[in-house]
């Protein structure tokens, strides 16, 4: 399948992906070409487990085809590919390769998914390349039917195992390190905890209505923004406001510094007759680092009942540590979108002034951020 176009992404952007942003930063690329060429790209893994009614645990484990050229007949995770290109892809998107690839390999469905969350980032090192890999966790219903692709897997030896034969497999067989170490893993950790099996279990999930917590970059701040903290504060009494890449300032993604963001939203609130005794502003320093995140942003933050974004990335990092999900609140995600804002100030398109509060337009032009976005180059966001 050389044909396929896959993302690709160069060595000093990889650390980005850490931070959930993706599309800004990967490009397409013929598969054969990028392997030849040893391009960095993005892959899945997905590793899927089945819980009986008594509560014990199987694993689904493949063993690779021998017509395989890379590592024929070892162990590996349950299903695994590249991703493909597609333009803005995010997080939703390669979930949706990772349920297309357990489909192709296991014939897997995505209606027999009772859950598939995205688990970690890791970066594993192929033949002169970087590949990233996303790695998933599926839950399935331990009476499901496989139906293993003999093009892609050794059938007999494809299926669901228990915990002490996936030890055994582990130890002594061939297997895919990369895999290995992820099952080896999963094998130490408290499953049910993962997939919130059961939820009493889980002291974060809160039910109160106090303290929201709402994160973005507003770089700059919009309308859609405005909607999205206006519809907060009519649930929460009080809204803790991360700004995040708070490090970054003067390159195209991010020309605003985090003092100039603040004054966006304070602003904008004030004008709006909310003061500074409903809402306060943290800066949130980009770690990358996924599995560490969530706990750097607590650091900074500290408590709060629940968490509001519409980033897909950002969601499942909060929803991993058990937090409650704020309501996704979505207002004309295309015209209210921070990046279509910074496009049409580049392109000196006049119609960016109605998508951003007044106070802030006026902001923008007394912190020459016109000009700014501009002449900024290309350049990558460095720590």
Same mark, same amino acid.
């Given at each position: 399948?050389?044909?396929? !176009?896959?993302?690709?992404?160069?060595?000093?952007?990889?650390?980005?992906l850490h931070s959930g942003q993706i599309e800004k930063y990967v490009f397409p690329m013929d598969r054969g070409d990028a392997h030849k060429k040893g391009i960095n790209h993005l892959i899945i893994r997905v590793f899927v487990i089945a819980v009986t009614p008594n509560n014990q645990i199987?694993?689904?484990?493949?063993?690779?085809?021998?017509?395989?050229?890379?590592?024929?007949?070892?162990?590996?995770?349950?299903?695994?590919?590249?991703?493909?290109?597609?333009?803005?892809?995010?997080?939703?998107?390669?979930?949706?390769?990772?349920?297309?690839?357990?489909?192709?390999?296991?014939? %897997?469905?995505?209606? =027999?998914?009772?859950?598939?969350?995205?688990?970690?980032?890791?970066?594993?090192?192929?033949?002169?390349?970087?590949? @990233?890999?996303?790695?998933?966790?599926?839950?399935?219903? =331990?009476? @499901?039917?496989? $139906?293993?692709?003999?093009?892609?897997?050794?059938?007999?030896?494809?299926?669901?195992?228990?915990? /002490?034969?996936? /030890?055994? %497999?582990?130890?002594?067989?061939?297997?895919?390190?990369?895999?290995?170490? !992820?099952?080896?893993?999963?094998?130490?950790?408290?499953?049910?905890?993962? #997939?919130?099996?059961?939820?009493?279990?889980?002291?974060?999930?809160?039910?109160?209505?106090?303290?929201? *917590?709402?994160?973005?970059? #507003?770089?700059? *701040?919009?309308?859609?923004? @405005?909607?999205?903290?206006?519809?907060?504060?009519?649930?929460?009494?009080?809204?803790? !406001?991360?700004?995040?890449?708070?490090?970054?300032?003067?390159?195209? %993604?991010?020309? #605003?510094?985090?003092?100039?963001?603040?004054?966006?939203?304070?602003?904008?609130?004030? $004008?709006?007759?909310?003061?500074?005794?409903?809402?306060?502003?943290?800066?949130?320093?980009?770690?990358?680092?996924?599995?560490?995140?969530?706990? =750097?942003?607590?650091?900074?933050?500290?408590? #709060?009942?629940?968490?509001?974004?519409?980033?897909?990335?950002?969601?499942?990092?909060?929803?991993?540590?058990?937090?409650?999900?704020?309501?996704?609140?979505?207002?004309? $995600?295309?015209?209210?979108?921070?990046?279509h804002v910074r496009k049409l100030i580049s392109k000196d398109n006049k119609n960016w002034t109605i998508l951003v509060p007044k106070e802030v337009a006026n902001l923008i032009k007394d912190y020459d951020g016109i000009e700014r976005i501009r002449i900024l180059p290309n350049k990558v966001?460095?720590?």
């Open positions: 399948m050389d044909e396929e !176009i896959i993302a690709c992404i160069s060595d000093e952007n990889i650390k980005f199987y694993y689904l484990v493949q063993k690779r085809s021998k017509m395989k050229k890379s590592f024929p007949e070892y162990y590996t995770d349950s299903a695994s590919g590249h991703v493909l290109y597609k333009k803005n892809l995010n997080l939703s998107d390669i979930k949706e390769e990772a349920k297309r690839e357990l489909t192709e390999e296991f014939g %897997i469905l995505p209606k =027999h998914l009772e859950k598939l969350i995205f688990y970690d980032l890791n970066s594993e090192e192929d033949e002169g390349s970087t590949e @990233i890999a996303y790695i998933f966790l599926g839950l399935v219903n =331990h009476g @499901i039917e496989l $139906k293993p692709n003999p093009n892609e897997i050794e059938v007999g030896s494809s299926r669901f195992y228990t915990k /002490s034969e996936l /030890s055994a %497999i582990l130890k002594k067989e061939k297997s895919v390190v990369y895999s290995s170490l !992820i099952w080896n893993k999963l094998l130490l950790v408290d499953l049910d905890e993962i #997939f919130r099996l059961y939820t009493s279990k889980n002291k974060k999930i809160s039910s109160k209505k106090d303290v929201a *917590l709402f994160l973005g970059r #507003f770089q700059p *701040l919009h309308h859609g923004h @405005i909607y999205m903290l206006n519809k907060i504060l009519k649930l929460y009494k009080f809204i803790k !406001i991360g700004v995040g890449s708070s490090q970054f300032s003067k390159t195209k %993604i991010n020309p #605003f510094t985090y003092e100039e963001r603040v004054n966006f939203i304070t602003s904008a609130l004030n $004008k709006r007759g909310i003061t500074s005794q409903r809402f306060s502003i943290y800066p949130i320093p980009d770690i990358f680092n996924a599995s560490e995140w969530v706990n =750097h942003v607590i650091s900074i933050i500290g408590n #709060f009942d629940a968490i509001f974004s519409n980033s897909d990335w950002v969601r499942q990092l909060f929803q991993n540590e058990g937090y409650t999900l704020g309501e996704k609140i979505g207002i004309f $995600k295309k015209k209210y979108n921070a990046s966001d460095s720590a």
